[in-house]
């Protein structure tokens, strides 16, 4: 069963904006990630924040991570044409290495 | 990051072939290596774990005769998709952790394939 809920399912903004995209979960976990995936490629890993973290940055990426409330956030600032993909947000729930169940994903469309 | 490899990116058989689906890890050896399944606009479920030298583990509904999984060296784990149907018909991708860290920004970040596009007529 899916772990992960995104919302929105389908985001479409103009270039220079930013875009949130959030994930909610059901169980306890370990650590929340967001990947990245190009249509027809595979998965790109672009951040990991540790369930007794609340916010981490990297380069134009923001997430932030709510365990009362199962949710996390993944926001990319000054967007760009080339962030065009689906996002899905992943947990892994007994550890660090433990597998990890995938989120139905947000496809993200920035107009040039 | 490290390089994950995926052969075939596509393939087309008949129906009642069996296909194979290589994944290799080209930086670091692998213990571990996890196959999944992506239909079209949908996300990705987890078919089984590749464990090296020993027995895959399948998620739960996985036929484990229909998608036979071998591990045999730590750097690389073949899907073998039995008689295809096609139903079969799907997006396969493979990951693997990096267990030294050397290529990871953080534990626990999977390195994927490019993934096998496998279209059964």
């Known amino acids: 069963s899916q772990q992960g809920e995104e919302d929105p399912q389908a985001l479409s903004i103009q270039e220079g904006e930013n875009a949130t995209m959030n994930c909610s979960y059901k169980?306890?976990?370990?650590?929340l990630q967001w990947y990245r995936q190009n249509s027809g490629r595979g998965l790109v890993h672009l951040i990991l924040?540790?369930?007794?973290?609340r916010e981490k940055h990297s380069g134009r990426l923001r997430v932030t991570l709510d365990t009362s409330k199962k949710s996390s956030s993944l926001l990319i600032t000054a967007s760009r044409a080339a962030d065009t993909a689906s996002y899905f947000c992943?947990?892994?729930?007994?550890?660090?290495?433990?597998?990890?169940?995938f989120g139905k994903g947000i496809t993200l469309s920035v107009r040039p | 990051g490290a390089v994950v490899s995926q052969h075939p990116s596509r393939v087309i058989c008949k129906s009642g072939t069996s296909v194979k689906i290589e994944c290799r890890s080209l930086?670091?050896?692998?213990?571990?290596m996890f196959w999944y399944r992506q239909f079209p606009k949908q996300s990705l479920m987890l078919m089984a774990t590749?464990?090296?030298?020993?027995?895959?583990?399948?998620e739960q509904g996985v036929e484990k005769d229909k998608f036979l999984i071998n591990h045999a060296s730590l750097t690389l784990s073949t899907l073998t998709v039995t008689s295809a149907h096609p139903e079969d018909s799907s997006f396969y991708i493979c990951?693997?952790?990096?267990?030294?860290?050397?290529?990871?920004?953080?534990?626990?970040?999977?390195?994927f394939g490019e993934g096998s596009r496998l279209t059964v007529l």
């Open positions: 924040i540790r369930s007794n973290e």
């Open positions: 169980t306890s976990i370990n650590n």
């Open positions: 990951s693997a952790r990096d267990p030294t860290g050397t290529y990871s920004r953080n534990t626990g970040e999977l390195f």
């Open positions: 992943a947990t892994a729930l007994t550890g660090a290495n433990s597998k990890l169940t």
């Open positions: 590749s464990n090296e030298g020993s027995k895959a583990t399948y």
């Open positions: 930086d670091f050896q692998a213990t571990t």
